[in-house]
């Protein structure tokens, strides 16, 4: 299935979990943080301003960012758990 977020919307795969610690000791699942990092899947047109023109997002497909800990909206897409964000959610983008 494809989805294309609307508007400023952003659709974002969080980043695995990590299974085990530094020292190697395993987390269970009790214990583990969602992340707060993940990749841009998809993007919308852009945000409409106030004079009518469509000003564009500055986050792309592939791009690795962070985000509000409780930002978003959880979505199943075929399967695998995504989040939809504004890009106001998104607090930068991670580069290499």
Not at 3 to 24: A, C, F, S, W, Y
Not at 47 to 68: I, P, S
Request: hydrophobic letters at 35%; glycine letters at 12%; proline letters at 3%.
């Amino acid at each position: 299935m494809k989805i294309r977020p609307l508007q400023d919307r952003v659709i974002v795969q969080r980043v695995k979990e990590e299974e085990k610690t530094k020292g190697g000791l395993y987390i269970p699942d009790t214990a583990k943080e969602k992340p707060i990092e993940g990749t841009v899947v998809a993007v919308g047109n852009g945000k409409v301003a106030e004079d009518g023109t469509v000003r564009k997002l500055d986050v792309k497909e592939g791009d690795r960012v962070l985000f509000g800990k409780y930002s978003g909206t959880e979505v199943k897409i075929d399967g695998e758990e995504h989040l939809i964000l504004r890009e106001d959610d998104i607090l930068g983008v991670i580069e290499k």
